[in-house]
């Protein structure tokens, strides 16, 4: 039925499934930077921070990611032959990582700045009254119940992320859909290509879901939830 | 001071000799949506005439040739931007894209050509086409011309990213007619089954004025950055080779059995 | 940064605007009309109602946007019956013909499944008290929902919709994957045209950012006048 592109096509949900991961780790690294950033006291630094989620929510995942590649190597290369150190190749991979990480790190600043702030100030008084630096209220009072709070909104933007990486196939990564892309065109049967993609992303998404609601059953350990 | 300016003149005149090199590792880009002449298989490598031809070069050259796969929108920046060394993907030798790129000698011409279904009235002039849908791929000659002379006369002109798409549309009946090269239309689609209920319409295109003549181009040729002239010499002198040595022939013959060289 | 390739191809980033406005407009509004009974549904207690909706809503919120365009248009295009059915002349198979037909339908599916989940949990939310009031004052099931529960869910949603109308609009580029002239289709042949990818595209960005402002602006307004009496517990200050 699939006219020997099935292993082709799963072989492109890894690299998929590469992708999205790698993208959640620049992700994470940046909005955990975001959200310091809009509760810093420095004004600049909120003006930054505030500037980077406006830009990102206001211009479409596929504009930024033409821009970043087709534009970005330009730049890359006009830094490189300035300071003379060699050729970096921005590859679609890269390319797609740095955009999506960029994307949804400021999705993640906001869901980890409301995190931050439900955490009741009053345990970070108590733990800064016993004599703990801020960094130790940070790691044993701040982060680990901030994490309960920013699963439910990390667990939505990770399957927005998990699906929005399909658009990467645009700028020519050989991910699953431009496999079923060009599946499809060589075989004038792209239907089946496409259900074939579907399935293997409902699969993904399914399993993402399953998952997160085990991780937020465990956090929420100790918590009560009101009787619906 | 005579000594210094000596110094001087013979360390800059080596500087000079040292930027004409002798390429022995190239990077070589083509699409893989262009069959015959570039494709990519079910085991994901390039393949086709496009490709052939490449190798034969770098055969020609003693040279070590990598392939990279880039999408057709992309390929004349990422050239520039050093993703990769020369182009081999059936790029037309057209008087805008010399202002970007440099070309070597054309490896092969190709007219346009106007597809539709076979006993279609339509013939490739504005006032036949007047209201249809015309299909092209984006940023290529025929895009070009189709802007350029038919789209002002009300043709509507619909461009998609890879040629393929637009085979599949003119299947399905989206389209009325599709303008593309006369070659990879005959190669890639109507003498492939799904192709078999269309023809050409009319004679193909070589230009019928000066200006379209400009458009359309003088045949097909490797792109290498402006800056790079030792890399065109050294594919120039390469397919000069190749062509005498029958080299070329064979390669043709594997897809086409007419000459595709032209004039 | 050459700004004559934007200024000279002006009128085509408005008439590529205006697509965007108008397509993305209709989405939403055939979404969201269709989303409020498909929310009733999915709020139900019996499975031959809500299974079919939750179907729906796994299907089109578990898989990318851009597939189930492409798999509406070249998916759909290619099947030899649908085809015999354009050469028929069939008036309703005609309309997946055309592209714009395709992209509303997709974005239209995929927003209605969205909004459907949004204002079917606001509904679980709603404080079981009105609920309540409504059953004891002896209202029926549909003046129930008609005046108490479907006002208050909508007006909690507004927060959670508007995020979903900003990300249509976002997601409405992709609509340039199936040959319609969107903004983004415009800044792609302005950019294959005259090869200088930062003034096509950041053109295009900064006109989708006016709009994501415009809609913001407009969310605003629809929140102060739909959701004051919300307002006090927000506007207090985080403890410092």
């Given at each position: 039925?699939?006219?020997?592109?099935?292993?082709?096509?799963?072989?492109?949900?890894?690299?998929t499934?590469q992708l999205a991961?790698?993208s959640?780790l620049?992700?994470l690294v940046?909005?955990?930077a975001?959200?310091s950033?809009k509760l810093?006291?420095?004004?600049?630094?909120?003006w930054?921070a505030?500037?980077?989620?406006?830009?990102?929510r206001?211009?479409p995942?596929?504009?930024?990611?033409?821009?970043v590649?087709?534009g970005g190597?330009?730049l890359v290369?006009?830094?490189?032959e300035?300071l003379?150190?060699?050729?970096?190749?921005?590859?679609?991979m890269?390319?797609?990582?740095?955009?999506i990480?960029?994307?949804?790190?400021?999705?993640?600043?906001e869901?980890?700045?409301?995190?931050?702030l439900?955490?009741?100030?009053g345990q970070?008084?108590?733990?800064a009254a016993?004599g703990?630096t801020?960094?130790?209220v940070?790691?044993?009072?701040?982060?680990?119940?901030m994490?309960r709070h920013?699963?439910p909104g990390?667990?939505?933007?990770?399957?927005?992320?998990?699906?929005s990486?399909?658009?990467?196939?645009?700028i020519?990564?050989?991910?699953?859909?431009?496999?079923?892309?060009?599946?499809?065109?060589?075989?004038?049967?792209?239907f089946?290509f496409?259900?074939l993609?579907c399935?293997?992303?409902?699969v993904?998404?399914?399993?993402?879901?399953?998952?997160?609601?085990?991780?937020?059953?465990?956090?929420?350990?100790?918590?009560?939830?009101?009787?619906? | 001071?005579?000594k210094?300016?000596?110094a001087?003149i013979?360390?800059?005149?080596?500087?000079l000799?040292?930027?004409?090199?002798e390429?022995t590792e190239i990077?070589?880009a083509s699409?893989?949506?262009?069959p015959p002449?570039?494709?990519?298989?079910?085991?994901?490598a390039?393949?086709?005439?496009?490709i052939?031809?490449g190798?034969?070069l770098?055969?020609?050259?003693?040279?070590?040739c990598?392939w990279v796969?880039q999408?057709?929108?992309?390929m004349?920046p990422a050239l520039n931007?050093r993703?990769?060394?020369?182009?081999?993907?059936?790029?037309?030798?057209?008087?805008?894209?010399?202002?970007?790129?440099?070309?070597?000698?054309?490896y092969?011409a190709?007219?346009?050509?106007?597809?539709?279904?076979k006993?279609?009235?339509?013939?490739?002039?504005t006032?036949a086409l007047?209201g249809k849908r015309v299909g092209?791929?984006?940023?290529?000659?025929?895009?070009?011309?189709?802007t350029?002379?038919?789209a002002?006369?009300g043709?509507?002109?619909?461009?998609y990213?890879?040629q393929?798409?637009?085979y599949?549309?003119?299947?399905?009946?989206?389209?009325?007619?599709?303008?593309?090269?006369?070659?990879e239309?005959?190669?890639?689609?109507?003498?492939?089954?799904?192709?078999?209920g269309?023809?050409?319409l009319?004679s193909?295109?070589?230009?019928?004025?000066?200006?379209?003549?400009a458009?359309i181009?003088e045949?097909?040729?490797v792109a290498?950055?402006?800056?790079?002239a030792?890399l065109?010499?050294q594919?120039n002198k390469?397919?000069a080779?190749?062509?005498?040595?029958?080299?070329?022939?064979t390669l043709r013959?594997k897809?086409?059995?007419?000459?595709?060289y032209g004039? | 940064?050459?700004?004559s390739?934007?200024?000279?191809?002006?009128?085509?980033?408005?008439?590529g605007l205006?697509?965007?406005?108008?397509l993305v407009?209709l989405s939403c509004a055939i979404?969201?009309?269709a989303?409020?009974?498909?929310?009733?549904?999915?709020?139900s207690?019996?499975?031959?109602?809500?299974?079919p909706?939750?179907?729906?809503t796994w299907?089109f919120?578990g898989?990318p946007?851009?597939v189930?365009l492409?798999?509406i248009?070249y998916?759909l295009?290619q099947?030899a019956?649908?085809q015999?059915?354009?050469?028929?002349?069939?008036?309703?198979?005609r309309l997946?013909r055309e592209?714009?037909?395709?992209?509303l339908l997709?974005f239209g599916?995929?927003t209605c499944a969205?909004t459907t989940e949004?204002?079917?949990g606001?509904?679980?939310?709603?404080?079981?008290g009105e609920i309540e009031?409504a059953?004891?004052?002896?209202m029926s099931?549909?003046?129930m929902?008609r005046?108490?529960l479907?006002p208050s869910?909508?007006r909690?949603?507004i927060p959670?919709?508007?995020?979903e109308?900003?990300?249509m609009?976002?997601?409405?580029?992709?609509?340039?994957?199936?040959?319609?002239?969107?903004?983004?289709?415009?800044?792609?042949?302005?950019?294959?045209?005259?090869f200088?990818?930062?003034?096509?595209?950041?053109?295009a960005?900064?006109i989708y950012m006016?709009?994501?402002?415009?809609?913001?602006?407009?969310?605003?307004?629809?929140?102060?006048?739909?959701?004051?009496h919300l307002?006090t517990?927000?506007?207090a200050?985080?403890?410092?």
């Open positions: 039925m699939f006219q020997g592109y099935f292993l082709t096509i799963l072989g492109g949900a890894a690299l499934l991961l790698l959640l620049f992700a940046a909005g955990l975001g959200a950033a810093s006291r420095s004004a600049p630094l909120r930054l505030t500037a980077y989620t406006t830009v990102v206001g211009v995942d596929l504009v930024m990611m033409l821009l590649f087709y190597q330009m290369n006009h830094v490189t300035y003379d150190v060699g050729y970096f190749d921005l590859n679609p890269v390319a797609g990582v740095l955009t990480g960029f994307i949804f790190g400021a999705y993640f600043a869901t980890f700045r409301g995190a931050f439900a955490v009741p100030s970070l008084e108590a733990g016993y703990m801020r960094w130790q940070f790691t044993r009072i701040l982060f680990p119940q994490l920013a699963l990390l667990g939505n933007n990770w399957l927005v992320l998990l699906k990486t399909a658009i990467v196939s645009m020519g990564l050989s991910d699953m859909t431009w496999l079923a892309d060009q599946a499809g065109r060589t075989t004038r049967q792209p089946v496409y259900l993609v399935a293997l992303y409902l993904m998404t399914t399993a993402s879901s399953w998952l997160l609601g085990r991780l937020e059953r465990r956090y929420s350990v100790g918590v009560r939830h009101a009787e619906l | 001071m005579k210094l300016a000596a001087v013979a360390l800059s005149l080596l500087s000799g040292a930027h004409a090199k390429w990077r070589l699409e893989g949506a262009y002449f570039n494709t990519i298989g079910a085991d994901g390039l393949g086709g005439f496009d052939d031809i190798n034969a770098c055969a020609e050259m003693k040279a070590k990598t796969k999408e057709w929108d992309g004349i931007a993703k990769f060394d020369a182009i081999i993907a059936s790029m037309s030798i057209t008087e805008e894209r010399l202002k970007q790129v440099a070309f070597s000698d054309k092969y190709t007219p346009l050509g106007l597809v539709a279904k006993g279609s009235p339509l013939t490739p002039t006032e007047k092209v791929q984006r940023g290529t000659v025929a895009d070009n011309f189709a350029k002379f038919w002002p006369k043709v509507d002109v619909v461009r990213a890879k393929d798409e637009s599949l549309d003119l299947t399905a009946g989206r389209l009325d007619a599709i303008l593309a090269d006369a070659l239309a005959d190669g890639g689609f109507l003498a492939k089954p799904e192709g078999a269309y023809a050409f009319g193909r295109m070589f230009g019928a004025t000066p200006e379209e003549r458009v181009g045949g097909v040729g290498v950055r402006k800056k790079d030792d065109k010499d594919l390469a397919l080779a190749i062509r005498a040595n029958g080299t070329y022939d013959k897809y086409f059995d007419y000459d595709i004039q | 940064m050459d700004l390739v934007v200024t000279g191809s002006l009128d085509q980033y408005l008439s205006w697509l965007t406005v108008h407009t979404g969201l009309a989303a409020i009974p498909l929310a009733v549904a999915r709020v207690r019996k499975p031959l109602v809500y299974a909706v939750a179907a729906y299907f919120r898989t946007m851009l189930q492409l798999l248009y998916g295009g099947l019956w649908m015999g059915q354009w050469e028929a002349g069939n008036p309703f198979w997946f592209p714009y037909f395709c992209a997709a599916l995929n969205y949004i204002v079917a606001s509904m679980r939310n709603v404080p079981h009031a059953r004891a004052v002896g099931r549909f003046v929902l005046r108490i479907l869910a909508l909690r949603a959670a919709y508007s995020n109308v900003i990300l609009l976002q997601g409405s580029s992709i609509a340039s994957a199936i040959t319609l002239v969107d903004l983004t289709g415009v800044a792609r042949n302005v950019y294959s045209t005259h200088a990818p930062f003034e096509a595209f950041v053109f960005g900064l006016a709009l994501t402002f415009a809609l913001v602006g407009l969310f605003q307004l629809a929140e102060r006048r739909w959701l004051a307002r517990q927000e506007t200050k985080p403890a410092h």
